[in-house]
């Protein structure tokens, strides 16, 4: 019975970016291996607050936006306060988790994540310290391998590219008594978590959560890449995208209106091909927790689940002229792109999570029973 509630427990973490050493990258989350790791310290935390020019603040409440704290990306943008992605992720505060990497091979670190202390969502990112002296005996070799892999892991663009992602986690899933005391007009403080969905929309909420993460992540090297144009920037998970630029297939530097088009739907398609083809079934777990969360929409309500989407695909997207303009990248050539499909056990939890509220309605009780609950009934 306990055993849907741990792994929501443990889900009050939510880790993305992780890799294992001498590995592929791998985002890796919420799998048991992951949530074995022991647990960052708060107290071992730094916090950072990147210095930030004087601007004149639209509103109220000057110390708190000037540090967007508790401030999307989309509505900084709104309010003229940032002007990019990169804008944002260079003056968005975050905490610093220091890992000491020695060379075990088979480690697992966790690159960044948001995690909430006294009720606040703080983005944590990792700087990977290379641990040469503790190592018995390492030869020079490792010692060169250790040092190596910590400079690429603490590349300055891979670190903010995280950091693009996990600050979109959190603009989608914000804390809504951090926004509520800035009392901003039409801060979007709604999670898209809290839009009326059923349980099998609600399960592809969570999934939309992460891909527009990554989708994120991906438009801020692109920010980069307008800047640069060097398309080696893409790496990992994302160097497909610089082979689509060496290949022709796509031009971001390009203003017409065909090619961003087809720019944009081939980011997309990508994107959700990696989620179905792999990334999906390292959330599963995740989604089955998460689904605990979900409220069911009372009588005579509708699905807000389109609405839900045109929240998490609404991107601050860069000209190659320098401009930056809101696209609703859930509409894409005036169409909605195709939907995600959940994995057979995340399917089955929705239905599950489907019958214990036709259950809860039903007998009115209070708290909700659990899937575990309903299932030990055996109905
Ligand atoms: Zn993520």
Redesign the pocket.
């Known amino acids: 019975m306990t055993e849907v509630k741990d792994v929501l427990h443990k889900c009050k973490w ?1 880790f ?1 970016g992780a890799a294992i050493v001498g590995g592929s990258c791998l ?1 890796l ?1 919420h799998n048991s291996k992951f949530r074995s790791q022991p647990q960052p310290e708060p107290e071992k935390m730094e916090i950072f607050i990147p210095p930030v020019p004087q601007r004149t603040a639209p509103v109220e409440d000057l110390a708190d936006k000037e540090k967007l704290i508790g401030y999307s990306m989309v509505d900084a943008f709104k309010y003229g306060v940032i002007n990019s992605i990169s804008d944002y992720v260079d003056r968005a505060p975050h905490k610093t988790d220091t890992i000491k990497f020695a060379g075990e091979f088979n480690q697992v670190i966790t690159y960044g994540y948001h995690q909430k202390i006294n009720g606040k969502k703080y983005v944590v990112l990792s700087h990977i310290e290379p641990d040469t002296i503790s190592v018995a005996g390492a030869s020079s070799k490792l010692k060169k391998m250790i040092i190596s892999f910590a400079k690429y892991h603490n590349d300055s663009t891979k670190v903010k590219t995280i950091k693009a ?2 600050l979109w ?1 959190q603009a989608s899933d914000p804390d809504v008594e951090n926004g509520t005391d800035i009392n901003l007009a039409n801060k979007s403080t709604r999670s898209i978590f809290d839009y009326n969905s059923t349980t099998e929309e609600f399960a592809k909420i969570c999934g939309h959560d ?1 891909i527009s ?2 989708l994120n992540g991906l438009l801020y090297l692109r920010e980069q890449y307008l800047q640069n144009g060097n398309s080696r920037i893409f790496k990992d998970e994302y160097s497909f995208y610089g082979r689509a630029i060496r290949s022709g297939k796509i031009d971001p530097n390009s203003e017409n209106a065909a090619d961003v088009e087809n720019e944009r739907l081939f980011m997309f398609k990508s994107l959700i091909e990696q989620w179905e083809s792999k990334h999906k079934y390292n959330y599963e777990d995740y989604a089955i927790a998460k689904l605990e969360e979900h409220h069911p929409m009372d009588k005579g309500q509708t699905s807000e689940y389109d609405h839900a989407l045109d929240r998490a695909y609404t991107f601050i997207w860069k000209t190659p002229s320098g401009d930056s303009k809101l696209v609703n990248m859930n509409y894409i050539s005036g169409e909605i792109v195709p939907d995600i499909r959940l994995t057979d056990q995340v399917e089955e939890a929705a239905l599950y999570r489907q019958r214990v509220e036709e259950h809860n309605a039903l007998t009115k009780k209070e708290p909700a029973l659990s899937m575990q609950a309903l299932k030990n009934q055996g109905r």
């Open positions: 939510w993305c985002y989350a992602h996990e986690h992460e993460s990554r």
